[in-house]
């Protein structure tokens, strides 16, 4: 157990609210949006302008979330898996090779 590892694992259970509000922002800014463009339901411009606006907020958040969390502790640099993408919840660092969980 190392200081990165504890500091990697409390970062791992801050990220995940972060994703899941932002994923449930981004959903329903979309939606909220794609109604109104549809001609669904009528609305006046600033409700889809804060539709969009929530959309936006929750990219937004997720890439700050990501950049604050998803990070080794010890290099800095994003752990990635196999595949090149950016990995969460990796047992060792991709680029130090830090043990991480
Ligand atoms: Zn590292």
């Known amino acids: 157990m190392s200081l990165h590892s504890i500091k990697y694992q409390q970062n791992m259970v801050l990220i ?4 899941l509000y932002s994923f449930g922002g981004f959903a329903l800014g979309g939606i909220g949006a794609l ?10 411009n600033w409700v889809f302008f804060c539709f969009i606006l929530l959309t936006v907020a929750s990219t937004v958040a997720l890439i700050v979330g990501f ?3 998803a990070k080794c ?4 640099k994003f752990p990635r898996a196999r595949n090149n993408k950016v990995a969460l919840n990796v047992e060792s660092c991709s680029n130090c090779g830090e043990q991480l969980m």
């Open 16 to 19: 995940r609210p972060i994703i």
């Open 73 to 76: 502790p010890a290099c800095g």
């Open 67 to 69: 950049n604050r969390y």
């Open 35 to 44: 109604v109104i463009m549809m001609q669904w339901i009528l609305a006046p």
